[in-house]
């Protein structure tokens, strides 16, 4: 069987750090390592990033950093003409590399999958397109302005405001895949489409939730594929017998990023009622982002900073799971988080939100615990209910890992994709087929 050549297309990129980066990187990891001559193209946001580099045997290649490095410091209506010629480089590098790949594969459902489904359309590749957001389902989004849960501190505060236009590498934390589309207008949403039908473009969605959410903006094309993140399980393990339990117990573990949608000002407050009660527990933030000086300062006026580490960013993340006994993910939306999954993966059962992902993932009352968005007293008394209970807590462990070993380890999650391109290609190629050779005609 001829293997196929894979481009991955991704807007941000490793050093830049979040969920959709770690999972291109290992998808593209595993594939080289089956055979698959797989690439990674992106943008380069910054200087210091190089224009092309090899990590860890996988190709990567960034493009339109004369448009996108410091493009902050422009207006903002040339920030945003700025992205859009950026993305209309991508396109022409994808129309450019066109012999070099057989499938392209896109990260996340954004206008520049119109002008890719355009280069796809007219090379005839086959196209992935992966939506990675499911969004705030119209709760707590935003655009300018957002506010930190004040719980009992003084909501009028001028260092609770959050500027929703907030980036970092590039990357604005807003809405949906889709949300940002439809905030484009109608007629982008209904081009964008039509171009993905024409393109016959497979859309993978990462939850349950997603594929209701392209139903909701009447999004359902003919070719729709639920095929969650995966985790390596190699990796991500559950702390070794000779690791402390007792040291373990009361450390409760959060992975991610410090910024609005990811809700550490929700768990603050959460744990600012968990301290009352339970004084001794530990809560270990491990992360960066763009509120932390924010958060630090939250944890201050609730007078919990003493039971709370800020790490900062970390590259041993199973090292830092292993310091506790279970995890939380305070997140006001998501898509398929990566921080669960791993965390599961380690053996810690979880308290999360009920957002995309974490609701497919997490059994309530089996493997883990779930609570509504913003729903501080709900985490505390989530969190309170396994720290005073270790036996159930290491019950919800055992089940989170075994969930993580059937259903979600990347090799299985691989062997689902590799099948995926197979078909696509076999498809384009019956296609090509079909078609009629062109007739010759010669004068008699």
Same mark, same amino acid.
């Given at each position: 069987?001829?293997?196929? !050549?894979?481009?991955?297309?991704?807007?941000?990129?490793?050093?830049?750090?979040?969920?959709?980066?770690?999972?291109?990187?290992?998808?593209?990891?595993?594939?080289?390592?089956?055979?698959?001559?797989?690439?990674?193209?992106?943008?380069?946001?910054?200087?210091?990033? &190089?224009?092309?580099?090899?990590? =860890?045997?996988?190709?990567?290649?960034?493009?339109?950093?004369?448009?996108?490095?410091?493009?902050?410091?422009?207006?903002?209506?040339?920030?945003?003409?700025?992205?859009?010629?950026?993305?209309?480089?991508?396109?022409?590098?994808?129309?450019?590399?066109? !012999?070099?790949?057989? +499938?392209?594969?896109?990260?996340?459902?954004?206008?520049?999958?119109?002008?890719?489904?355009?280069?796809?359309? @007219?090379?005839?590749? %086959?196209?992935?397109?992966?939506?990675?957001?499911?969004?705030?389902?119209?709760?707590?989004?935003?655009?300018?302005? /957002?506010?930190?849960?004040?719980?009992?501190?003084? $909501?009028?505060? $001028?260092?609770?405001?959050?500027?929703?236009?907030?980036?970092?590498?590039?990357?604005?934390?807003? /809405?949906?895949?889709?949300?940002?589309?439809?905030?484009?207008?109608? $007629?982008?949403?209904?081009?964008?489409?039509?171009?993905?039908? !024409?393109?016959?473009?497979?859309?993978?969605?990462?939850?349950? !939730?997603?594929?209701?959410?392209?139903? =909701?903006?009447?999004?359902?094309?003919?070719?729709?594929?639920?095929?969650?993140?995966?985790?390596?399980?190699?990796?991500?393990?559950?702390?070794?017998?000779?690791?402390?339990?007792?040291?373990?117990?009361?450390?409760?573990?959060?992975?991610?990023? #410090?910024?609005?949608?990811?809700?550490?000002?929700?768990?603050?407050?959460?744990?600012?009622?968990?301290?009352?009660?339970?004084?001794?527990?530990?809560?270990?933030?491990?992360?960066?982002?763009?509120?932390?000086?924010?958060?630090?300062?939250?944890? =201050?006026?609730?007078?919990? /900073?003493?039971?709370?580490?800020?790490?900062?960013?970390?590259?041993?993340?199973?090292?830092?799971?292993?310091?506790?006994?279970?995890? +939380? @993910?305070?997140?006001?939306?998501?898509?398929? &988080?990566?921080?669960?999954?791993?965390?599961?993966?380690?053996?810690? $059962?979880?308290v999360s939100t009920r957002v995309s992902?974490?609701?497919?993932?997490?059994?309530?009352?089996?493997?883990?615990? @779930?609570?509504? &968005? =913003?729903?501080?007293?709900?985490?505390?008394?989530a969190l309170l209910t396994l720290l005073?209970?270790?036996?159930?807590?290491?019950?919800?462990?055992?089940?989170?890992?075994?969930?993580?070993?059937?259903?979600?380890? #990347?090799?299985? +999650?691989?062997?689902?994709? +590799?099948?995926?391109?197979?078909?696509?290609?076999?498809?384009?190629s019956r296609i090509a087929e079909d078609? %009629?050779?062109?007739?010759?005609?010669?004068?008699?």
């Open positions: 069987m001829t293997r196929s !050549r894979i481009y991955i297309a991704i807007t941000t990129f490793l050093p830049a750090v979040g969920g959709a980066e770690k999972q291109a990187f290992a998808q593209a990891h595993n594939l080289r390592k089956r055979g698959y001559e797989t690439t990674i193209i992106t943008f380069r946001h910054q200087s210091a990033w &190089p224009k092309s580099e090899v990590m =860890e045997g996988v190709p990567v290649i960034r493009v339109a950093g004369k448009m996108l490095i410091d493009r902050w410091k422009l207006p903002r209506l040339m920030q945003k003409l700025a992205y859009l010629v950026a993305m209309l480089v991508m396109a022409w590098s994808l129309w450019r590399d066109r !012999r070099r790949y057989d +499938v392209l594969h896109v990260y996340q459902l954004t206008f520049l999958a119109v002008l890719i489904a355009l280069v796809c359309r @007219l090379t005839g590749k %086959p196209l992935i397109i992966a939506v990675r957001s499911a969004g705030s389902g119209g709760v707590t989004k935003f655009q300018n302005q /957002a506010t930190l849960l004040a719980g009992p501190l003084d $909501p009028t505060a $001028p260092w609770l405001q959050v500027d929703g236009r907030l980036q970092i590498n590039g990357r604005v934390y807003v /809405a949906s895949d889709l949300e940002m589309l439809a905030r484009m207008g109608k $007629p982008v949403l209904q081009l964008t489409r039509f171009l993905l039908q !024409r393109a016959h473009a497979v859309i993978v969605v990462l939850s349950s !939730r997603m594929k209701k959410s392209l139903a =909701e903006y009447h999004f359902d094309l003919p070719d729709i594929q639920l095929i969650p993140n995966g985790v390596d399980v190699a990796r991500f393990q559950p702390a070794s017998a000779g690791t402390s339990l007792d040291e373990r117990a009361q450390v409760v573990v959060c992975i991610t990023g #410090l910024r609005y949608e990811k809700g550490i000002d929700v768990l603050l407050q959460a744990w600012h009622l968990v301290h009352k009660q339970a004084p001794q527990a530990r809560l270990i933030i491990v992360g960066r982002g763009s509120l932390q000086n924010q958060l630090e300062s939250m944890a =201050e006026a609730l007078g919990i /900073a003493d039971s709370i580490k800020f790490t900062g960013l970390q590259n041993d993340i199973p090292a830092q799971l292993h310091q506790g006994s279970l995890a +939380v @993910l305070p997140s006001r939306w998501e898509g398929m &988080p990566n921080a669960v999954m791993e965390a599961m993966a380690c053996g810690l $059962p979880c992902g974490s609701e497919d993932i997490i059994q309530h009352g089996v493997n883990g615990l @779930l609570v509504e &968005p =913003e729903d501080y007293h709900g985490m505390a008394q005073r209970n270790p036996a159930l807590t290491e019950k919800y462990g055992r089940a989170a890992r075994e969930t993580i070993e059937k259903d979600y380890s #990347l090799e299985q +999650v691989m062997d689902r994709y +590799v099948e995926l391109y197979q078909s696509v290609t076999d498809h384009r078609i %009629p050779s062109p007739r010759v005609y010669q004068q008699s």
